[in-house]
């Protein structure tokens, strides 16, 4: 597949970006943890934030292509700032998609600001991979909802203005009709742990808790019963987002390693002479393109409105399972420097990791694929 001038402009303005406002931060953010305001400040400004929405909710009205070109370049740079506006634009195409039209009114203009955060709490200690065993609780009080439990791997949770819950309504019903998910603005929950992740340093996660959090009737987001397909439908477009943020980290590793290797002098000549680097190179490089073309092709089916879901899977399971297994090589080809900071390696590496768990980890993907694939 080939972009059209169009998607090439974006991808051009989407590089510039990164390059100016995003990547000279990347160090310091991960170094202190510090949470990436000011570069998600810059994407909005670009009016790039929420690229997927349509502009009269604020949006940059583009499509899904458009916003892996965005991931790509954001994560080439700063694998945090990725995951960041990764999960923000995930719970703006929640609303987008299940929204009432009052609520779209409400939020996506916010958040497109960079201003206004807004996350995703569906995983708890009791349900991670198994998203159907959610034992946080909805009560119906007549006026208002009663929300108890505990939500954890919070992503931007303490910084957000809200979050989507995933509740149970209904103990008696199979999972995809037990629950709901509800709009939670922050004076009703308590985040109770800042989680120490090895990568995406920047990028913060949290776990969160709600104790009798009392919830308007009108912060249902589509209709009771609807959680578990709306957290199925987020994930299936989330898979997009985080194989594109595998791809950008896959290409940063392929750049780093064409230059160091072509200016690193051993043995008299440049080690990328030898024939041992090139292979590592021309391997990087191979599994970049594969995944790439992977990622645009689950993003345009999604385009057209067609079912996504298969390739959205075979993408991420692709890309992040090819960016852990050259982020290796990428350290390897810088030898000790490379194990060690300042190196860009080092953080590509424990960045990749993460994609090959977020948003389902590969085993939940390689069930998702057999699932299409094997007849019943
Ligand atoms: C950086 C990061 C950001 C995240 N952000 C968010 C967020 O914003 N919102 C949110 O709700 N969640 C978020 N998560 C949570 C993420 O979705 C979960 O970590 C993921 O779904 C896996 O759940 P778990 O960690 O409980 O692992 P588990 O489900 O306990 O899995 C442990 C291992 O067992 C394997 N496994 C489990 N069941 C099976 C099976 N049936 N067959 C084969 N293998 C199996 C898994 O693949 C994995 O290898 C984030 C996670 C990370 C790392």
């Known amino acids: 597949m080939i972009l059209s001038e169009e998607h090439l402009l974006i991808r051009e303005t989407a590089a510039e970006l990164a390059v100016s406002a995003i990547a000279p931060l990347a160090v310091e953010a991960d170094k202190d943890a510090k949470f990436p305001k000011e570069q998600i400040k810059a994407i909005a400004q670009q009016g790039m934030l929420l690229i997927k929405v349509p502009d009269n909710y604020g949006g940059g009205g583009g499509d899904v292509l458009s ?145 009798n959090a009392k919830v308007p009737k009108n912060a249902v987001l589509g209709s009771v019963g609807q959680g578990f397909k709306i957290a199925m439908s987020a994930l299936d477009g989330g898979r997009i987002g985080i194989a594109s943020l595998a791809v950008g980290l896959l290409q940063a590793c392929v750049e780093e390693s064409v230059a160091y290797t072509g200016s690193r002098v051993q043995f008299g000549h440049p080690i990328s002479d030898n024939q041992a680097i090139r292979w590592m190179l021309a391997d990087m490089h191979k599994d970049c393109e594969a995944a790439r073309q992977l990622v645009w092709h689950a993003a345009s089916l999604c385009d057209a409105g067609r079912d996504f879901g298969l390739a959205a899977s075979t993408a991420k399971l692709f890309a992040s399972e090819a960016v852990m297994n050259n982020a290796i090589n990428a350290i390897q080809v810088q030898g000790g420097y490379g194990y060690c900071k300042p190196a860009k390696a080092e953080r590509l590496f424990r960045d990749a990791k993460s994609t090959a768990i977020a948003e389902g980890t590969s085993e939940v993907q390689r069930m998702v694929i057999s699932n299409y694939i094997v007849k019943k």
């Open 67 to 211: 916003y892996t070109l965005l991931m790509e370049e954001v994560a080439k740079a700063c694998g945090s700032t990725a995951m960041t506006m990764a999960a923000h634009a995930l719970t703006a195409d929640c609303i987008l998609k299940f929204g009432s039209e009052e609520q779209k009114k409400e939020y996506l203009p916010k958040m497109a600001t960079g201003d206004y955060f807004g996350g995703f709490a569906l995983t708890e200690p009791e349900a991670g991979s198994d998203a159907g065993n959610v034992q946080t609780t909805a009560d119906d009080n007549g006026d208002y909802y009663l929300l108890n439990g505990k939500k954890a791997f919070v992503t931007s949770g303490d910084y957000c203005d809200f979050v989507l819950v995933v509740a149970k309504t209904d103990a008696t019903a199979s999972p995809s009709r037990s629950m709901t998910t509800f709009l939670v603005d922050k004076e009703h929950f308590k985040v109770t742990n800042h989680v120490n992740k090895m990568g995406l340093r920047a990028s913060h996660t949290v776990d969160i808790e709600l104790v």
